[in-house]
């Protein structure tokens, strides 16, 4: 097993490996800016580099599509439309440009009969035979399949207000909406663990739950609409030897005793400026029970910080939440444009020469 690997798996396991295990993640815009000034030439370099443990797979190795509706085509006024519909546009943000969601097919629907006359996709329409032999490159990394979405994906067909309200006056609406995607994604993903032929370390599902200062949704929403469906994710990974990794940002404390119940191995990404979200407290209450994952703030530090402050930090978050083992570090969000390559560089290397105590 290589050293990559055996620290991820130290890590979910709550033992202390060599160093914090690292993670790399960053949006298109970081990466051509990465290309053009670092010293990579392709994606495997630049995980190299930045000496990443853990390749997140997703839009690198892909099973290839081959339904009659296009994988994702672009109309002449410039928006983009996916297999499932999700309809984007490319914008200008704070962050530089951001491909952001921009209308919603399923809005106006106000029925059942007119969800089930939608085109939804088949998993049918996939084919998983390549996935295995096109790992081997990145077999000394802890392989993740990220991709999973039952609650924010649905809202990028149905519009987030429209499918809070259904959570409250139309539960049935609600109910076939993330049936449909708990449902693809199971499938999906089965199909994708076995075909890896047990490469795959990690499956990552991610649906951010909470805002900076509460949940989004209430417990009993929580409990209602969520926690059985993601229950079958872990039941599916952990079928495979695969570890879950459950992504949502903002201060959800209170759901985390339940995503622990329920199997999951590894929370992110731990948005340490949400309410609630103090790594010390976090450690404390949870860290026998699940690994953490995040933690570099990249609401003002990174875009913000010195290169001094973010070392600061990481030697910070690898001494609590690091603490008897049971931390991957990563910033807690993508990194974006705004993040200047030298905070970047401040990061990995401080992670990479960060030794516990």
């Known amino acids: ?30 990466q051509e800016m990465l290309y053009r000034k670092l010293p990579v030439s392709d994606y495997y ?26 994988f994702k085509t672009r109309h002449p006024d410039g928006i983009f439309e996916n297999y499932w519909g999700m ?7 704070a962050t530089g440009p951001e491909e952001s969601y921009c209308e919603f097919p399923l809005a106006d629907f106000t029925d059942l009969e007119q969800f089930e006359t939608y085109s939804w996709p088949c998993v049918d329409d996939f084919d998983f035979s390549t996935i295995s032999s096109r790992l081997k490159r990145w ?12 609650f924010q994906h649905p809202t990028f067909l149905r519009g987030l207000d429209n499918l809070l309200v259904d959570f409250l006056i139309n539960p049935e609406i ?6 449909k995607f708990t449902d693809f994604y199971l499938a999906y993903y089965d199909r994708l663990l076995s075909a890896a032929d047990g490469q795959i370390t990690i499956l990552r599902i991610a649906d951010d739950l909470g805002m900076q200062d509460r949940l989004l949704i209430s417990p009993e929403i929580f409990s209602r609409f969520f ?3 993601l229950e079958k994710f872990a039941d599916m990974a952990h079928s495979h030897g695969v570890y879950l990794m459950n992504h949502s940002c903002g201060s959800i404390v209170p759901f985390i005793p339940k995503l622990i119940d329920i199997g999951v191995d590894i929370l992110d990404p731990i948005q340490i400026t949400a309410k609630g979200m103090d790594p010390v407290i976090l450690k404390e209450q949870f860290g026998n029970d699940i690994c953490f994952h995040g933690g570099v703030d990249t609401q003002y530090l990174l875009p913000e910080g010195s290169p001094e402050e973010v070392r600061k930090q990481v030697g910070i978050l690898v001494d609590t939440l690091g603490c008897n083992g049971g931390y991957i570090l990563s910033p807690s969000h993508i990194l974006q444009t705004d993040v200047p390559l030298e905070n970047i560089e401040a990061l990995y290397q401080e992670g990479q020469n960060c030794r516990y105590h």
Do not use: W
């Open 1 to 30: 097993m290589s050293e990559q690997k055996e620290r991820v798996l130290a890590a979910i396991h709550r033992d202390v490996p060599d160093r914090v295990p690292l993670d790399f993640s960053a949006n298109a815009g970081v």
């Open 45 to 70: 370099e630049m995980l190299c580099y930045f000496h990443s443990d853990i390749f997140d797979m997703r839009g690198v190795i892909d099973p290839q599509y081959n339904g009659s509706k296009p």
């Open 87 to 93: 309809k984007t546009r490319i914008m200008d943000t």
């Open 139 to 150: 077999k000394e990394f802890a392989i993740m399949a990220s991709g999973v979405s039952i």
């Open 174 to 179: 609600a109910d076939y909406i993330m049936d």
């Open 227 to 229: 926690i059985h469906r």
